[in-house]
Nanobody
Framework: QVQLVESGGGLVQAGGSLRLSCAAS????????MGWYRQAPGKQRELVAT???????NYADSVKGRFTLSRDNARNMVYLQMNSLKPDDTAVYYC?????????????WGQGTLVTVSS
């Protein structure tokens, strides 16, 4: 069983910064991919940034140059540094972790953390 716990959301003014953290715990082998998604009110969940272990990080066009994903594989953590925040970034941000290889593959989500950007 794999659990993800996010932290770091909150209220910030436009132009400000926040750093989200996500910690994976439980019994598992390695994690292949970790990333962040978000869901704004009335909209579908969308990708923000994902990283495949040993590979490149993919960012949504809307956050390129402003957001940075980083991983601490030894601690099974992923972070999202968000700079130059805009009101359009307001959403619930979800951490995702996936293992696509055997044994014991998984694809899990955190509970979400709310980010509110005021204008």
């Amino acid at each position: 069983q794999v659990q993800l716990v996010e932290s770091g959301g909150g209220l910030v003014q436009a132009g400000g910064s926040l750093r989200l953290s996500c910690a994976a715990s439980g019994s598992f082998f390695s994690i292949n991919a970790m990333g962040w998604y978000r869901q704004a009110p009335g909209k579908q969940r969308e990708l923000v940034a994902t990283n495949t272990c040993g590979g490149r990080t993919n960012y949504a066009d809307s956050v390129k140059g402003r957001f940075t994903l980083s991983r601490d594989n030894a601690r099974n953590m992923v972070y999202l540094q968000m700079n130059s925040l805009k009101p359009d970034d307001t959403a619930v941000y979800y951490c995702n972790a996936a293992r696509t290889s055997l044994p014991r593959p998984f694809d899990v989500w955190g509970q979400g953390t709310l980010v509110t950007v005021s204008s």
